[in-house]
């Protein structure tokens, strides 16, 4: 079994700054793309950022030169440094991971509980 856990959501004031983090733990072989993304209410849930295990990296259009995301494959973490917050990016964000489980051979996507970040104007 393999869980996902986010820390790191808050308010912050329009212009501010957060750093979302996310962890992987129990039958991991090895992980492969992990990503963030977020919904907001009466939205879809979007693709925010995506980094590959040899750490290429992919963001979305509204995000670029605000938002960077890196990893620890030593620790199975994700995370993502949040600057320049708008209230648009108010959302409920999720990170995920794609993992190679350690016995059967099988990969699967997994999901974070969903941590929210408000951002007021």
């Known amino acids: 079994q393999v869980q996902l856990v986010e820390s790191g959501g808050g308010l912050v004031q329009a212009g501010g700054s957060l750093r979302l983090s996310c962890a992987a733990s129990?039958?991991?072989?090895?992980?492969?793309?992990m990503g963030w993304y977020r919904q907001a209410p009466g939205k879809q849930r979007e693709l925010v950022a995506l980094?590959?295990?040899?750490?290429?990296?992919n963001y979305r259009d509204s995000v670029k030169g605000r938002f960077t995301i890196s990893r620890d494959n030593a620790k199975n973490a994700v995370y993502l440094q949040m600057d320049s917050l708008k209230p648009e990016d108010t959302a409920v964000y999720y990170c995920?991971?794609?993992?190679?489980?350690?016995?059967?051979?099988?990969?699967?996507?997994?999901w974070g509980q969903g941590t929210q970040v408000t951002v007021s104007s």
């Open positions: 980094i590959t295990s040899g750490g290429s990296t």
């Open positions: 129990g039958s991991i072989f090895r992980v492969n793309d």
């Open positions: 995920n991971a794609n993992i190679l489980v350690r016995f059967g051979g099988n990969r699967y996507n997994y």
